[in-house]
């Protein structure tokens, strides 16, 4: 009977801490689908968060660390992520379009489907990004880092790539109509 009643507890210590453990940052609740359009949240300390879904449009990020965070299918629209740590993170189909992401690490994350339309990549690091399928038009990507990225499938037409890294960059059926500073047809 003691063991029963110990694994009762155990097993209440384990599931209530997550259930209503939702950390709250600047009035922000940081969890799946939360709403923070235009808040202020920079500097804010936010590894390993799960914001799937999350509403961010024209929210202050700068500086925030979101490393190993998963922002799929976020809101990022015309947000400010200016130096924020994305390295190892899920923005699948997320929307960044018009977002200041410059000096951002984001090396090792997805972006798979997202919507970069007019994001500011200057400087970034995309090391090992994974940005296939990307609406990548009119995109800056000035001076960044793209050594290993994946751009298969990407429609970068008329987006910028002058001064930036594009060793082992894959640009396989990317489509690079209009683009200034190509990279060199294979």
């Known amino acids: 009977m003691l063991r029963r009643v110990g694994l009762v507890v155990l097993c209440l210590c384990l599931v209530a801490p997550t259930a209503a453990s939702a950390k709250t940052v600047r009035g922000c609740k940081i969890r799946p689908r939360t709403q923070c359009a235009g808040r202020h949240l920079d500097g804010a300390k936010l590894n390993h968060s799960s914001l799937f879904g999350a509403n961010f449009r024209t929210a202050h990020l700068n500086n925030v660390q979101l490393a190993y965070s998963n922002l799929k ?107 200034r500073c190509p990279p060199p047809s294979s």
């Open 73 to 179: 299918r976020a809101n990022l629209n015309k947000a400010e992520l200016w130096q924020a740590d994305l390295t190892h993170t899920d923005l699948q189909e997320s929307d960044l379009a018009y977002a200041n992401v410059t000096y951002i690490a984001a090396t090792y994350s997805g972006f798979r489907f997202a919507r970069l339309y007019k994001a500011d990549f200057y400087k970034a690091d995309l090391y090992k990004a994974d940005l296939r399928d990307t609406d990548s038009r009119y995109a800056n990507f000035n001076g960044a880092n793209l050594n290993g990225a994946d751009f298969n499938g990407a429609n970068l037409q008329k987006a910028t790539l002058c001064g930036a890294n594009i060793t082992n960059a894959d640009f396989t059926n990317a489509n690079l109509t209009g683009t």
